[in-house]
């Protein structure tokens, strides 16, 4: 993690994988008000005008918070011809009963369709086992794909990711996109 206190934004590396060409994801986290963070091996801490937080819940200070992903724009390899969105397909890990929202723009505008989904309601049992001693099939972490009908036409695409985090974890995995190449511009 990478702190930057006068722009209130935490740079946030995973650096467990890094991709192809050796790069490594960042996450942005912003509106961040902390002055100072100390990393353990198995523990973050933020120092912040009234304390310390404890980076170990999914939760900001006891409320849930809005996590926003948005990727960068495509052309699919062709940047003069439109494309046709015809679905999306994400693959979620966490979040059961979790409500959110894929967001598709086209040609860097600020105006995206909206395709509200719900991941269903799965309960996992503690240790495999549910109250009555009857085995579970649960591995303990909730994994759904969402397929939602799209549409919309452009030169380049934008996919966004939006939801409400409030105690569970919540982290989209895979995102296929489905698009149809149309007619030269």
């Known amino acids: 993690m990478l702190l930057f206190p006068s722009f209130e934004r935490i740079y946030c590396f995973d650096t467990r994988a890094p991709l192809q060409n050796g790069a490594l994801r960042v996450t942005i986290w912003d509106a961040q008000t902390h002055t100072n963070m100390l990393a353990l091996p198995n523990a973050v801490y933020f ?4 304390g310390i937080a404890d980076y170990a819940t999914h939760q900001d200070n006891g409320s849930s918070y809005r996590m926003k992903y948005f990727t960068t724009y495509f052309d699919f390899g062709s ?16 979040g059961s009963g979790q409500d959110f929202v894929l967001k598709a723009g086209f040609d860097y ?15 996992v049992s503690e240790y495999g086992e549910d109250e009555y001693n009857v085995a579970e099939y649960e591995s303990g972490t ?7 009908a799209s549409g919309g036409t452009g030169n380049v695409l ?5 939801s409400n985090v409030n105690g569970a974890e919540l982290s989209l ?3 296929d996109i489905f698009v149809k190449q149309g007619r030269v511009f």
Not at 158 to 162: K, L
């Open 47 to 50: 120092a912040q005008t009234d």
């Open 79 to 94: 940047a003069s011809q439109f494309k046709i969105l015809k679905r999306l397909a994400t693959t979620v890990i966490g």
């Open 109 to 123: 505008t600020d105006s995206y369709q909206s395709y509200p989904a719900t991941l269903s309601t799965k309960t």
């Open 142 to 148: 909730l994994v759904e794909v969402v397929r939602s």
């Open 158 to 162: 934008q996919i966004g990711f939006e």
């Open 173 to 175: 995995q895979k995102l």
